[in-house]
């Protein structure tokens, strides 16, 4: 009894070789040809599921909630008022004005979204 029989070559068969699609290649910024941003669609699906799925939502603000507040704390009292200071009057938006609202608002894009962008511009009004 034979299981396995070597398969018998034609021999008016022809054998093909194929050109290779891929680039032999390997190009700097190839992964960026894939990159695409998320697009309104996918914000605006993160923000659907964070309103109609209440666990979503309570997670993200437990979260934000368990990061706490900030304290800063330094050996020359001077400094500590001038830092704690500038943190608590730090403009966040058009409507807050301190750390803890800025970090509020980052965890909650950076988790709903997952992205997140904080830029701070200094300037000599202060």
Do not use: C, H, W
């Not at 996918?42 to 964070?50: G, V």
């Not at 979260?63 to 500590?80: H, M, P």
């Not at 894009?109 to 830029?119: C, H, K, M, V």
């Amino acid at each position: 009894m034979i299981f396995f029989k070597k398969a018998k070559r034609n021999k008016n068969e022809n054998l093909v070789q194929t050109v290779s699609s891929r680039l032999n290649n390997f190009e700097p910024f190839g992964l960026l040809e894939k990159y695409s941003p998320i697009s309104i669609t996918e914000l605006k699906l993160y923000s659907k599921l964070k309103e109609s799925v209440p666990v979503i939502d309570a997670a993200i603000s437990k979260i934000i909630r368990l990061v706490g507040i900030f304290k800063i704390s330094f050996e020359n009292e001077n400094i500590e008022n001038l830092l704690n200071k500038f943190l608590n009057n730090i403009q966040v938006n058009a409507y807050s004005s301190n750390i803890d609202s800025f970090i509020n608002i980052y965890l909650n894009q950076l988790l709903t979204y997952g992205t997140a962008i904080g830029e701070v511009i200094l300037n000599n009004t202060a």
